[in-house]
Each structure stands twice: as C-alpha cells, then as structure tokens.
C-alpha cells in the first residue's frame, strides 16, 4: 500500500485549499482513509475520515463545518478541501489508510496502518 499526497502551500486566512491522496497497491473498497496533521511541536491529531464503502465521514470538532474529506472510487483517490483557513490549520498535513476498523476508532492515530508523506499547509496572518 502507497499514499501520495500533495495540494499544500501557503495561503492567507480565509482562504481555500484543496489536499489529495492517491492511494495505489491494492483494492481500498472495504477500507477507511483519513486525514491527520501535526503543527510544530505539537502530536498528530485527527482532521477527518470516511468510509471507501458508503462514504460515511467524521470529523474533528476543530474542523467540522469548514473542511471537506470525499473520495474518487475509480482513481483511488481522497481529497480534503479546506474553506474558511485559520492560522491554527498551518500543519503538516498526513493521509492514512486501514482496512475497516469500528466508527468509534476513526479518529484514533492507532487505528491506522499505513501513511502518507506529509504535505505542508501553511496559513498566513
């Protein structure tokens, strides 16, 4: 299983930016994919996951309502749009992927098996 992910940049607040997540190496139907970020001497947390199946989403609540996360079932791909940007989003941003695990687990970094590389969103004051 392989992540790429890429979309990041600098942006102001208030602005938009949209992060995607090719996954490749194998059938992702019955999986969860999601979106974590890590700020600067901070832990990584949770932004958002979904269900490949169904399409089922869960967000963080720092997040809700201003991010997006959708996948493209033909092209294996998630993608995270981000509206409404604030200072606090500036973070590495990171795609993971596990087969199926319980929607209580969604958010948990532990539930995830295999990660992208990271790609940096930095939002100006």
């Known amino acids: 299983v392989q992540l790429q992910a890429s979309g990041g940049g600098l942006v102001q607040a208030g602005g938009s930016l949209r992060l995607s997540c090719v996954a490749s190496?194998?059938?992702?139907?019955?999986?969860?994919m999601a979106w974590f970020r890590q700020a600067p001497g901070k832990e990584r947390e949770f932004a958002a996951a979904i269900r490949w199946s169904g399409g089922t989403t869960v967000y963080a609540d720092s997040v809700k309502g201003r991010f997006t996360i959708s996948r493209d079932g033909p092209k294996n791909i998630i993608y995270l749009q981000m509206n409404s940007l604030k200072p606090d989003d500036t973070a590495v941003y990171y795609c993971?992927?596990?087969?199926?695990?319980?929607?209580?687990?969604?958010?948990?970094?532990?539930?995830?098996?295999?990660w992208g590389q990271g790609t940096q969103v930095t939002v100006s004051s």
């Open positions: 993971a992927t596990t087969p199926r695990v319980a929607y209580s687990a969604l958010g948990a970094l532990s539930s995830y098996d295999y």
């Open positions: 190496g194998r059938t992702f139907r019955d999986w969860d």
